[in-house]
């Protein structure tokens, strides 16, 4: 196995000598992962990230902006970020947005205001969406003009889930209804107005979650998850038959769905899942990931005994998943 360091100083070299804009962005982009693979790196990495922001590419310094939630501290960002928001560089500004929205932290709705007055479209709908997360509608609006976007629309629509402001209904119905509008977003928009107490809504995820072999949809797995997340009126039912089923592809969407429905009578269910010989890891993730969700002391117990069993991948990411929820 290649040292990390190794990497990052071929990586700074390449930044250096090569002249193609996209053989640079490639080797800005590899100093970005060294440094977000492993937190314990930060302090090693701090002059490969100042050496990004430096750099003449735009595409180079937008990389090391996004390269600050691994070398700064929690308490740098802020400021940090709110630097890089009055950049001439809209790509600047934006990959410095996206990241404050990523933070949610109360401390930086200042900040996301400020965003919201950008002249870019794209950077006021990264400021709209962190207001969101932090329950604010300020960039309502913002959202609401996004859902035209087919590039920003699914994040949107996932953002006025999250901000639940039912002033947005009329537009997600609109949206909703719309012909030839794609799977992914049509399921989106279900479960957004089923958040708002729009029943067409519950109705068609349950809908989308039947399993039919001559319409395989690739959005089911979502509306699986969504219905259990929205609570949707037989949910329960119909995802305890998806997560038994042996031969359904969508077992581990069931089990974060059924998580997310929250209601105890899973517990038996998601249980089963993660002890079940042979189950994919993956489907373990999921019933963790559920179990986790789902709250009930004996479920969280069983997950911390599962978690030494998993791969190096899998524990991280339900570590993380852990930490978030404590």
């Known amino acids: 196995m290649t040292d990390w360091r190794v990497e990052r100083d071929r990586a700074l070299l390449a930044l250096e000598r090569e002249k193609h804009p996209g053989l640079r962005a490639e080797a800005a982009e590899t100093l970005f992962h060294i440094a977000a693979e492993d ?17 003449k590419q735009v595409i180079v310094r937008r990389t090391g902006v996004g390269m600050a939630t691994a070398v700064l501290s929690a308490e740098e960002l802020p400021g940090f970020f709110a ?43 990264e400021a709209a969406r962190g207001m969101a997360s932090l329950k604010h509608p300020a960039g309502l609006e913002v959202l609401v003009e996004a859902l035209d976007e087919d590039l920003l629309r699914f994040r949107a629509l996932g953002a006025l889930a999250e901000l639940g402001d039912e002033r947005a209904l ?19 928009a279900a479960g957004v107005l089923a958040k708002l107490g729009d029943a067409e809504g519950a109705a068609w995820l349950l809908k989308r979650t039947q399993r039919r072999r001559w319409n395989w949809a690739q959005d089911r797995a979502l509306a699986v998850e969504l219905c259990g997340e929205v609570k949707a009126s037989g949910a329960l039912e119909r995802l305890h038959s998806i997560i038994m089923d042996p031969k359904d592809d969508c077992r581990g969407a069931a089990a974060r769905g059924l998580g ?5 009578k899973a517990l038996p269910w998601l249980m089963a899942l993660i002890d079940e010989p042979g189950v994919p890891e993956d489907y373990r993730l999921d ?34 998943l852990i930490q978030e929820m404590p």
Do not use: N
């Open 287 to 320: 019933a963790a990931e559920g179990l986790w969700l789902l709250g009930v002391p004996e479920g969280r117990e069983r997950v911390r005994a599962v978690l030494p069993s998993l791969s190096q991948e899998a524990r991280a990411e339900l570590s993380e």
């Open 260 to 264: 997310r429905l929250a209601d105890p």
């Open 170 to 188: 009329p537009a997600v119905q609109r949206l909703f209804r719309r012909w030839m509008l794609p799977a992914f977003d049509k399921t989106q």
């Open 83 to 125: 630097t890089q928001l009055a950049d001439e560089e809209s790509l600047v500004r934006l990959e410095a947005a996206g990241r404050l929205a990523d933070l949610g932290r109360p401390d930086c709705r200042g900040l996301l205001a400020r965003a919201l007055e950008d002249p870019v479209f794209e950077v006021r709908f």
């Open 39 to 55: 937190a314990s790196r930060a302090s090693e990495m701090s002059a490969s990230f100042q050496r990004l922001l430096a750099d």
